[in-house]
């Protein structure tokens, strides 16, 4: 099968390629920096050089794909405006792309569960739910899923929660670099529920997104392990993994909010793009993240491998390998 990928060099786009090089697929990236993508080229990845918004490049490397993974996005910016510039405009292009080879290449939009907005504790939320984003990112998320959704095109949306997993530097790293000192932030009383996936069970269900049946066509999907944690389960369970009795330092939404506000402006005062802005705290003070993978899972037989236990050990053992921790 011939595969194009977005995001390529990225967390989630370097496990997808794993995959699809050990099916046999061709696959080619679409990147922006050719030193970053030599370990690609290297085993047998197509390069082709731009960006999401270079529509040049896009026909290039849309040609002749049998499925379009698009894992490209931006999740820190300068304002709301170069959110939407990325992540809905990027989408846009990619679409434009497809419909001019054609048409026939499958879409996969590997999106977020912030398109979608919090859950209620206790009910995991499905697609069928209200859309309710309260972030700039998850607001240019759902953008760019109403953009594939409008589009005459074969395509699949995918909603996973925070990723984790070997390579991840901007998740749950911190947590694991702060676990190691015996103390741990969780914002509020860190009862708020959470989903989370391993990025090698999150590459398979992208993978199955691309090539299962024609029934899988025009949905969206949450991606998730069925587990539900909550955030200070989720830190205890990471300590654990390094032997440490973990110290909680709750942070109050107030004192949240006054740093994530301070470090919004001065990102804004530089034109520095960065995740930690005001709006962040409206993701840090829900009551759940959680997402019903049910349906995905009932629709392609996926079965994730790593609850938060195993995953976190072997995320744990990887980071001590390769020396991040």
């Known amino acids: 099968m011939r595969a194009l990928v977005t995001g390529a060099t990225?967390?989630?786009?370097?496990?997808?390629i794993d995959r699809l090089l050990a099916?046999?697929?061709?696959?080619?990236?679409?990147?922006?920096?050719?030193a970053k993508a030599a370990d690609l080229a290297a085993r047998g990845v197509r390069l082709v050089r731009g960006d999401l918004g270079d529509k040049p490049a896009l026909a290039e490397a849309s040609a002749a794909q049998d499925v379009i993974y698009h894992v490209a996005a931006l999740t820190g910016a300068v304002d709301e405006a170069e959110f939407l510039l990325a992540n809905r405009d990027g989408t846009a292009n990619v679409v434009h792309a497809a419909r001019a080879d054609g048409g026939t290449a499958r879409i996969v939009l590997?999106?977020?569960?912030?398109?979608?907005?919090?859950?209620?504790?206790?009910?995991?939320?499905?697609?069928?739910g209200l859309d309710a984003p309260v972030t700039m990112y998850g607001r240019s998320k759902l953008a760019s899923e109403l953009v594939l959704r409008g589009a005459d095109l074969p395509w699949v949306i995918l909603r996973p929660p925070t990723v984790y997993g070997p390579r991840d530097r901007d998740n749950l790293i911190t947590v694991f670099k702060a676990a190691r000192l015996g103390i741990a932030p969780v914002f509020g009383d860190g009862s708020m529920e959470v989903s989370v996936v391993h990025v090698e069970d999150l590459a398979d269900a992208i993978v199955l997104?691309?090539?299962?049946?024609e029934a899988l066509l025009g949905k969206t999907y949450y991606v998730n392990?069925?587990?539900?944690?909550?955030?200070?389960?989720?830190?205890?369970?990471i300590g654990r993994t390094m032997g440490r009795n973990v110290t909680l330092l709750p942070i109050p939404e107030w004192a949240a909010r006054v740093a994530l506000t301070a470090t919004g402006a001065w990102a804004a005062a530089l034109r520095r793009k960065t995740i930690l802005r005001a709006d962040k705290a409206n993701e840090f003070f829900?009551?759940?993240?959680?997402?019903?993978?049910?349906?995905?899972?009932?629709?392609?037989?996926?079965?994730?491998?790593?609850?938060?236990?195993?995953?976190?050990?072997?995320?744990?053992?990887?980071?001590r390998q390769a020396g991040w921790l």
């Open 23 to 34: 099916r046999g697929d061709t696959v080619t990236a679409l990147i922006r920096s050719p």
């Open 110 to 128: 590997v999106s977020s569960m912030a398109a979608g907005g919090p859950a209620a504790r206790g009910r995991p939320k499905g697609a069928d």
């Open 10 to 16: 990225g967390f989630v786009g370097g496990h997808l």
């Open 286 to 319: 829900q009551a759940a993240w959680t997402g019903d993978a049910a349906p995905f899972i009932a629709a392609t037989g996926w079965q994730p491998r790593f609850d938060a236990a195993t995953g976190l050990a072997h995320t744990h053992d990887w980071y």
């Open 209 to 213: 997104a691309g090539t299962a049946g």
């Open 225 to 237: 392990h069925p587990e539900r944690l909550s955030s200070a389960e989720l830190v205890r369970e």
